[in-house]
């Protein structure tokens, strides 16, 4: 009776519901605005992080790299593992297949525009290092795209990520990454992130 009674409140939203859909679909939870207003408002946490990716003995540091922050939600959360195959995030390539081989039309219809536009953005800096301030406490999903530059900045295409070879002072690109980690932050806190993963060819 239960099962019927939710069957019929969905269809009647506008979803078409198949059992298990949610969690096999992640596109069938569209972004409500309203799960993470909470997150915008000014608040007394903050974040101290840093990045980098090694491969052999190449390394590199998320230098001029846009980070953003955006609150945990059912949206997010069900995003973020789509994407990256873990609930606390992890790294990826680029190409996001993972996200590729969601329908276009679902893709366009999730509400990923206005979600976009709750999110925070800072830069790393020379050392890899960024920061994030006035954060209410919650908790939030940290992600670096390597081939990101800030907003407003530009980067060639196609993206790359830049390799520092320091025993031969030389500087290669390769393939580039999405990083990403689950966060808690607490009013007046620092909380602290480390997104460095190794990189395997």
């Known amino acids: 009776m239960k099962r019927t009674a939710a069957l019929v409140l969905c269809a009647l939203a506008g979803f078409a519901v198949t059992p298990g859909a949610a ?5 069938k939870i569209a972004f409500d605005p309203a799960a993470v207003i909470w997150s ?6 903050s974040v101290e992080g840093a990045s980098s990716l090694t491969l052999a003995n190449r390394k590199a540091s998320c230098f001029y790299t846009n980070v953003r922050l ?9 995003y973020m593992t789509a994407l990256y195959g873990a609930k606390e995030g992890g790294i990826t390539p680029s ?9 276009l039309e679902v893709r ?10 709750t999110w925070r953005h800072a830069l790393c800096d020379a050392q890899g ?5 006035n ?14 530059p800030p907003p407003g900045g530009s980067r060639p295409a196609p993206p790359k990520v830049a390799w520092d070879l320091p025993a031969m002072g ?31 060819e």
């Open 170 to 200: 030389i500087v290669s690109t390769g393939p580039s990454y999405f990083v990403s980690k689950k966060i808690s932050v607490s009013d007046g806190q620092v909380t602290s992130v480390t997104l460095n993963f190794d990189v395997k």
């Open 135 to 148: 954060l209410p406490a919650g908790n939030y999903w940290v992600e670096i795209d390597y081939s990101s």
């Open 40 to 45: 915008l408002q000014a608040g007394t946490g």
């Open 129 to 133: 290092n960024f920061r994030f301030s």
């Open 95 to 103: 190409g996001r297949s993972k996200m590729s081989e969601w329908p």
């Open 23 to 27: 969690a096999d679909q992640p596109w």
């Open 108 to 117: 366009r219809a999730s509400g990923t525009g206005k979600w976009e536009r």
């Open 70 to 78: 955006f609150a945990s939600s059912d949206f997010s959360d069900r």
